[in-house]
């Protein structure tokens, strides 16, 4: 078997006024809902409350999951009907997806909090070293336009 095989990914907008522990009921319902249709989740990945690109049911905002899984194809209608039905769901949408299987990204706060701040040192360090060479070259470019007195031998 090939290292490329055929996926889904179905991204769905839940309302932006739903409390998270319910936001966790609904991911776990869609789960537990496509094992069932007999589908194999991949990944399931809440990305958070962010800003609509355009008013959905006088929505500006919604909270984005991401769902990764695989499957015969014929669940997708019957998931994406339940997501129809709901009145928590504003939009989805299902791609079919060819490439290496998404692996899950595990999820310690620890670690990301300490990669975040290395990555924030690495940018900062990276800033001043790129302003050090810009004054650099400002003060070559300002010696090379510099007039100098050139005094010439005076013959007598």
Same mark, same amino acid.
């Given at each position: ?64 999951? /991401?769902? &990764? ?8 209608? %019957? *998931? ?6 709901? +009145? ?39 800033? /001043?070293? &790129? ?8 003060? %070559? *470019? ?6 100098? +007195? ?7």
């Amino acid at each position: 078997m090939t290292d490329y095989q055929i996926y889904y990914e179905t991204m769905y907008i839940l309302r932006p006024d739903i409390a998270e522990d319910e936001v966790s009921n609904h991911i776990d319902k869609y789960n537990k809902l496509l094992e069932e249709l007999g589908g194999k989740i991949l990944d399931s990945q809440m990305r958070g409350k962010r800003r609509l690109a355009y008013q959905i049911s006088k929505h500006r905002e919604g909270i984005y999951v /991401q769902l &990764s899984h695989q499957g015969d194809g014929q669940h997708i209608s %019957k *998931i994406e009907k339940a997501m129809r039905l709901s +009145e928590d769901v504003i939009r989805y949408m299902t791609v079919k997806q060819e490439g290496p299987l998404p692996t899950p990204k595990s999820i310690n706060k620890g670690t990301n909090q300490t990669e975040t701040k290395n990555n924030e040192n690495v940018d900062t360090t990276n800033k /001043q070293e &790129s302003e050090s060479k810009k004054f650099d070259s400002k003060e %070559k *470019i300002d010696s090379s336009n510099s007039t100098k +007195e050139v005094k010439e031998p005076v013959e007598t």
